[in-house]
């Protein structure tokens, strides 16, 4: 994806969504958004794993700023913004002059996270 924005700075591409079943996560490169938007939405069902362990829960947790290189495989390390493992959905808002995305909380409705860009 980070080729085709730099290949393509006509589209003016703002923001990258992404899913996954049990995570948010934030990064910013130049000026673009990349957002994994993990349990958006719907029912909240146990954080469970069936298959890896039964009635495993998984842990709520939280990682912020730049993260460690751990192996050739964490790629995009040295943007990354927040990570939240929790049910969260993540909502746009649109205004005159900015964009805002804010993460909330699905347990308890509060919003724990907010990322504004200009337009």
């Avoid at 000026?31 to 954080?47: E, R, S, Y």
């Avoid at 990570?83 to 909502?91: D, G, L």
Wanted: proline letters at 4%.
């Amino acid at each position: 994806m980070e080729q085709f924005i730099d290949v393509h700075p006509e589209l003016k591409i703002r923001a990258i969504f992404s899913g996954h079943d049990h995570l948010f996560s934030a990064f910013k490169r130049n000026q673009q958004l990349f957002f994994v938007a993990g349990a958006g939405g719907g029912k909240i069902d146990p954080m469970t794993n069936k298959n890896f362990a039964k009635n495993r829960q998984w842990p709520k947790k939280e990682l912020h700023g730049p993260l460690p290189v751990l192996n050739d495989a964490c790629y995009g390390y040295e943007h990354h913004l927040d990570s939240w493992m929790q049910f969260t959905r993540t909502e746009v808002n649109f205004y005159a002059e900015k964009i805002v995305y804010q993460v909330r909380d699905l347990t308890n409705d509060n919003i724990i996270a907010s990322y504004e860009q200009q337009v």
